[in-house]
């Protein structure tokens, strides 16, 4: 090595040493005749002293450093005088008075200062090879090799095995989102990159593997929002011989491990289970943000008998009433964020208004209070367990849009409110979730997770008769209002899933061109199983509090799904798609 | 869980217990009225023994058992009747008497039996859902899983990060064999998959990361040879700050565990050296099988002495002349072998002839030893290391035709006459490869290894003046013959970059568009560094002594790229191609 320690290592035990340290300029000080060089690598900053007293050669060397030149240098590891010490560095207890001093190359003048203002991230992203010297972007980097490790290590402790499955796979039943990769050996034929190893993690159960995970590299062509990549990481996982709380159990485990190794945080295990009606109900999502309370409250069966039309009618046409409770919210919305703002807010949800009233002396306070005698009004506050200065908005409309409003409301003002602490978890399961969702638009039912969810054993026999009440054996792990992970217990009988692809209008003999090589398997002995995935990528955002994905991955694409640092994707030779068989469409 | 232990795990110990087993129907036995079948999982195998005294019910469900269904048994763990234990099941001492019996899924009869004769492999890798039970298939996976996570500990241990690259990259300058993903976002344009994450890695070292490793999925596509896939693992490492004996301790020092912990043997390390000019010289190829010796004799100063005229005039055009000693191989090669097997062996390496004699009392024999005198008889003997019964077998030709047809020959003659046990394992670096390989066709100089090599200090200086006999600070780990790792320290100098590119004809402007954010990385302080990728499935095979590298991958391709489980690669909706602006080229 070109160097005996790093620059995070040396302490005053080291006093008198001879030593050598390779890095980067990171700092540079010219004091009193003295030149001071904080010299950075990966595991801290080591202060370096050029003293002219000592070499005037090597002096004049380091006034020609600039920030980011790579050096080496060999020294004598000093303590630092009395009151000079440095509590910021984990090494500022001692300083390298320096012998001599080599430069291994020089850097241009950096785009911008890794410490200071920062630019736009298109520019980062631009040059992230000097981006990723940034001490946020190393620290995600190294916690995310922890939480890999840490997860590898206690999969492998129970009994798991990672199975590498395929990137050239077959083209899914999502087929729209799919990257395709030309056949050179095929011609006309394709390739797709796995939207999630699925199907094949099935197969293994089939073939006998039992226990399997893999941290696997999925891809999903979908136009972005802020927090996806057309690539992501997820941590994937299949068992045999189970039962939902089995997978449940197993994942507690992780998830508690995790946090502990990582966050040196203790979460009580198991983590709470709740149904998907559960908290539909009492936070308009499944899911739910459970740092804070603030549970949606239905004041139906009192509005009905007030004399507000709106709720009146709205209740008759079979819809309901629904709010929320804003501790000390009174003072804290002006009648003009209400009717504008935070309706506007609920509209984007299609709620077609927001009602409120403010709770002053035990009554409630509004331009719609008239419309409710003493009675019911004591009765909402009660309800709404309600105290004087609260503020109690509502949603009047048929449940999915009461959900839909009041959920995202809940967030929102949480977080204006600041009612929890952003280094606080919460994890959750939502588990019972209905199989099947009905497409409006298509008139037909799609799956609610995807077509291999077993239903819960006593809804099996609704497949033919109501299939809109089917409960699947599926579960979400909800941390901090985020899906974390998703899974379920998978059908493994042929009969059943035969029957759910003919619910999900999915034809035999598509089933059996898309899928036809799972229904094969699962004739031939297929064991109970199901599994579950984790997002890695948002686990290691939710472990760091950082809000944006592209911090913790090396390199991110952007939402336009380019990669600023190579200029991927880009043009090829004609040639290239020449031996593949394809060609450009002509540009319309 | 379904059940309460693994096939795998009864004992003595448990006798008198009641368990409950999950499993498949591997064997069945109706022997004196009562039903055996053993139970099989990944962990072992019971038996499991229905007893028409116990219970006639179950008894008559487990008549209607078939191969290859899955069942849960409870039953009742009894010791095994004195002399009735099977030494070849660890569970052999006990049996499961069954007290209840279920079906949890049918089988079909299955294609073959999984212990018996197998069909092609074709058909077994159409039903790789059920081959994947067969006990070879488990063995490698479960060596595979053991084996990264060895890998990913040591690693760990030893400061290095696990970094993910990206799967959806930028071609390359292989660009040839690169697999294309159209981009829909960006019409005309398109991602590659990486043939391996060498930019990236050394992007990363710029970055800082220091210790860099990764198990990534790489992808070239080529036309197959037997050992080759279109997917494939590496283990992917980079360093900085660093000089090749680093390197190579550090991968000494990953062998040599990886061996320890996965098939208890101990290598010496530090692991032998040798330059490849050395190797050539001895063993004719840059991979030597070093589990033998048998190594390459230069008989050309003693043969242009004789009167053969072959022999005399390829020395003379500067040509050599070269040899093995089969040590007892006069005896097992008869002329008719020499004249035509084996000449024909080494006319598929362009060496025009076989000249060989035989050693019987102290002299040479053959229909050319008459060309050689008896002092030249003596010397050559004395040369070859010779012994009576020995076979001495020539080549004269040019160097390159030397080392081609001698190499091959030696490996060869070694198999046939098993010169080593399979199960040794043998293993050492070559290092000092020439940078630059000349192509005579094109008239241009290649990468030997790729455009990144860093050449040997003292031979910088020769890139202006005889580019030939650069040596460059690269080297390969080979084991048994096979090249298991490779490797590089890198040019971190953006000048030395450029003269690397301009000697490889990569003009400017095109190093500029391929590769230009590794020059401009390069100027703002890149460190020295280096790194090595050892081939995963090669390491997984050569652990098992497997020699077909689909037994060690859980969806292998065929060396037609196919995926006969899944059909992949296959046609794909004319919408997906419109939605990826590309169209399939008219069949010419």
Redesign the interface.
Known sequence: ???THTAGELRKSHVGQTVEL?G?VDKYRDHAGIVFIDL????GKTQIKFDLADNSEIQKQARSLRY???I?VTGEVIARPDGLSNAKLETGEIELRAITLEV?????T?PYMLDGDLPNEELRLK???????RAE??KA??L??RL??TV?DYF?ENGF???????????TPE??R????????????????PQSPQ??KQ??M?????RYFQIA?C?R?EDLRADRQ??F?QIDVEM????MN?ILTTIDGLVSTVFEKIRGVKLPTPLPRYSYREVMDKYGSDKPDLRFGMPIVDISDIAKESTFGVFKETVAAGGMIRGLTIKGGADKYSRKMLDQDLKAFVADFKAKGLAYFKVTDGKLDSSIAKFFDEAQQKAIIEKMEAENGDLLVYVADKYSVCCAALGALRNRIAKEQKLYDAHDFNCCWVIDFPLLNWNEDEKRWDAEHHPFCYPVKDDVELLETDPGKIRAQSYDLVCNGYEAASGSIRI??PKVQQKVFDLLNIKQEEAERRF??LL?????????HGGIALGLDRWVMLMLGYDNIRDV???P?TQ????M?????????A???????????P?S
């Open positions: 090595m070109l160097r390779c980067w950075r690598d990966r595991y980011e030149d790579v080496k291994l190359n020089k850097s241009l950096p040059y992230r090879f000097f981006d990723l010297r972007l190393q980097m190294i995310r090799h890999t490790k590898r492998d095995l990672e199975v590498e499955t395929p990137m050239l796979g077959r083209s087929g729209a799919d990257y395709l990769v030309p056949s050179r050996v095929h011609e006309g034929s394709f390739y797709a990159l199907i094949y197969i293994l089939v073939g006998g593997y039992d590299r891809f062509d057309p690539e990481t045999s011989f189970v039962e089995d493994h009988d036809g090589f094969e398997a699962l004739r031939y002995g297929a064991p109970p991955i090396a390199f694409k336009k799904a380019s990669d640092l190579t200029g991927a994707p880009a043009e090829v030779d040639k290239q798609l020449r031996d593949l068989h394809i060609q450009l469409k540009q």
